[in-house]
């Protein structure tokens, strides 16, 4: 498998990496376990006061990392820049909050000496290695969310990181170095896919996480369960995105067309199905269609623009493939629709009308800047369309009626439900989802503890 940055604003290979062979593989897996020995039992304190030049090392490196991630994936160069600071930020977030998420509970007094013990404590301990597969969209964020909680609890990484983006991957183990992390606590491990099931199969990698596709999710859960270890699996997503009469159709609107195309429409949390009520379903179409018309697509180098190219050439096939399947089958297209006429992998943004349940656009992920509208009489056939999709990961909800806020709390089946706003990662609460978006959770205190070893400690009177 090729290991090269691409540019698919131009479709030119700029530069080609050799994977590592089993004797380099050997060399870091021994050193994340050395490392991991030695940085298990660091202070809260320490960890903290590295990960906090971490953060400020990616500061400083910002322009320069973003217009590597810009290079190597495509997306937007100012995008690019607020992924770096948002790195930053929940580098510093973790390493001001984890001492306090992970300090030691003490159960109730009754249950304590109900159980004949003195003193009950349930202290979290970091598990060891950790095996992070991460995907191109979101190159640092995506590392970062792992890194930054697993590393302040006292783990140790290891990142297989998608293909295309070995510079980005290269920069990571780079910065924590500089930061002062000791050799071997974060390391990057070039290697194709096919090398991931060795590498987790090594009794010294303790987990894994991954972010990606699903059939990579499934092929790493199964390798994982094999070896009974703990995995956490974020896969696509296809977000419903509905709006209710009594939502203000502007914002919903606008909002709605960021919410589609952000990181050129190629992010999980992306909202794609866009579900609304019959009764002001064409104002918003007219809204978010010439919304999405006017967005400007271009370099991604350029400041002015809003759309880039896809990662990939083969990504934006598969894309069209969802297209004109949807189109032959009897789709709408109220704009787009249509590969351009240009060098690079770019694909216009797009509004699908008239879906059906028997189009394969309804069931896959459209990883791209293409959004289907779909017509609801009410809420129950909202929340009947939202849940009719093998994904479940998060969910947009527009409307003033708290009564329907409640019923869609209730019934969307998905990690999150975002009421008059767009979905969105931070790293004070949690993420993740249901059904075939996966499961776990990551950021929050819910993702510092997925790689901990949940201890009960129990003195006896």
């Not at 991991?36 to 320490?46: G, I, K, P, Q, V």
């Not at 030049?53 to 995008?79: F, H, N, S, Y």
């Not at 096919?194 to 987990?207: E, H």
């Not at 929340?383 to 479940?392: L, T």
Request: charged share 25%; hydrophobic share 40%; proline share 5%.
């Amino acid at each position: 498998m090729a290991i090269a940055t691409v540019n698919p604003a131009t479709g030119e290979t700029l530069k080609t990496y050799d994977a590592l062979d089993a004797e380099a593989i050997e060399r870091r897996l021994a050193a994340a376990e050395t490392a991991f020995r030695s940085h298990r039992t660091t202070s809260f304190a320490e960890r903290a006061r590295l990960m906090h030049r971490a953060a400020g090392l990616l500061d400083e490196d910002q322009r320069d990392i973003a217009r590597l991630m810009t290079t190597e994936m495509g997306k937007p160069v100012k995008q690019a820049r607020a992924e770096a600071a948002k790195c930053a930020k929940a580098m510093r977030w973790y390493a001001d909050h984890a001492e306090e998420l992970l300090a030691d509970e003490e159960p109730a007094d009754s249950d304590v000496k109900d159980s004949g013990a003195s003193r009950v404590i349930v202290r979290y301990r970091p598990l060891g290695p950790v095996l992070a597969v991460m995907p191109w969209n979101f190159p640092l964020w995506q590392v970062v969310r792992f890194a930054a909680p697993a590393l302040m609890a006292g783990n140790v990484g290891l990142l297989k990181h998608a293909s295309n983006v070995p510079g980005t991957a290269l920069y990571l183990e780079d910065l924590f170095r500089r930061a002062g992390f000791p050799e071997g606590c974060f390391q990057t491990l070039l290697i194709g896919s096919g090398a991931v099931g060795q590498v987790l199969r090594d009794a010294r990698i303790r987990a894994a996480t991954l972010t990606g596709s699903e059939p990579a999710g499934r092929a790493v859960a199964s390798v994982a369960g094999d070896e009974i270890k703990k995995t956490v699996l974020e896969l696509g997503g296809s977000d419903p995105f509905v709006v209710m009469p009594s939502a203000d159709l502007d914002r919903a609107a606008r909002v709605a067309v960021t919410a589609r195309v952000q990181n050129n429409g190629q992010s999980c949390i992306a909202a794609k199905r866009f579900i609304v009520h019959t009764d002001v379903f064409d104002a918003f179409a007219e809204r978010f269609t010439a919304g999405m018309t006017a967005l400007t697509v271009g370099d991604p180098m350029d400041e002015e623009t809003e759309i880039g190219p896809l990662s990939s050439e083969e990504g934006r096939a598969g894309l069209e493939e969802l297209v004109d399947e949807a189109v032959e089958s009897g789709a709408t297209v109220l704009c787009g629709g249509e590969r351009p006429d240009r060098p690079g992998w770019y694909y216009p943004p797009t509004v699908l009308a008239d879906v059906t349940p028997e189009m394969r656009i309804h069931r896959e992920e459209a990883f791209g800047p293409v959004a289907t509208l779909y017509r609801a009489a009410g809420p129950d056939e909202a929340v009947e369309i939202a849940n009719d999709s093998p994904f479940g990961l998060s969910s947009n909800v527009w409307t003033r009626d708290e009564t329907e806020v409640d019923r869609f709390v209730r019934d969307l089946e998905t990690g999150g439900v975002y009421v008059n706003g767009m979905t969105a990662s931070h790293p004070a609460f949690p993420f993740g989802g249901v059904k075939r978006s996966g499961y776990g959770r990551e950021l929050s205190g819910h993702g510092i503890r997925e790689f901990c070893n949940i201890t009960t400690v129990w003195h006896g009177a």
